[in-house]
């Protein structure tokens, strides 16, 4: 949830005008695709997408991996892309905001992200984010929900769960959304030290 924000910038396109002779002779005609292909090609993408993921978790949950930051930046970047480009045009926007601490206008571009776009995980966890920033935990945690329910193995929004538990009082819930940050995510800081700190208190056993 926390910490991955940069600063993005974007812009929209405008559309001119169309030259004397209408769209058909502005456009040349494409090529037929074979019949039956058209429908296929998202979810074509989509399964591609889904196992470049699959890979990059693999590769994140390798002990032994001294690559680990460059993969979570490209699992960061596979949650920040949502399939469509005047979407990405929000998120990027939100995440200008966010990161000026212009926490309003980032929730304006969330919300409409969202209505949009309700399976984009990651649009919930920006909005997460924003909700913790402001601290609003109520809010903040069933955003997060949200976004487990889309993507199960988002080890930034467990972290976020686990600071937000953490700081309820929630020593027991923080120590087990730490312990799941790590399982898919065993170089991640903020979980280690978490599960350092709590597992001694909670049931009195060391990592």
């Known amino acids: 949830m926390l910490a991955h924000m940069p600063r993005a910038e974007a812009q929209v396109d405008g559309s001119g005008e169309v030259p004397d002779g209408g769209a058909e002779a502005a456009m040349p005609e494409s090529p037929a695709l074979p019949e039956g292909l058209m429908p296929a090609l998202p979810e074509a993408r989509e399964a591609a ?3 470049q993921l699959d890979a990059l978790f693999d590769q994140l949950a390798d002990e032994q991996n001294t690559n680990w ?18 979407m990405d045009v929000l998120m990027n926007r939100a995440l200008a905001a966010i990161e000026v601490d ?7 571009f969330l919300n409409d992200l969202i209505r949009l776009a309700p399976d984009f995980a990651e649009a919930w966890n920006q909005r ?3 909700h913790f920033l402001r601290r609003d935990y109520g809010r903040s945690v069933a955003d997060i929900e949200r976004v487990l329910m889309l993507e199960p193995r988002h080890f930034g929004a467990l972290s976020g769960l686990g600071i937000i538990l953490d ?3 929630n020593e027991a819930g923080a120590l ?6 790590l399982e898919i995510h065993p170089h991640m800081p903020g979980a280690q030290e978490g599960v350092k700190r709590l597992s001694p208190e909670v049931d009195g056993r060391p990592i």
């Not at 930051?69 to 005047?86: D, K, T």
């Open 49 to 51: 997408r889904k196992a």
């Open 69 to 86: 930051e460059i993969v979570q930046a490209q699992i960061l970047r596979q949650w920040r892309q949502s399939g469509s480009p005047s």
């Open 167 to 169: 700081r309820l009082g």
């Open 102 to 108: 212009d926490f309003d206008t980032a929730l304006v």
């Open 176 to 181: 087990k959304a730490f312990r799941r940050v």
């Open 128 to 130: 997460a984010t924003v």
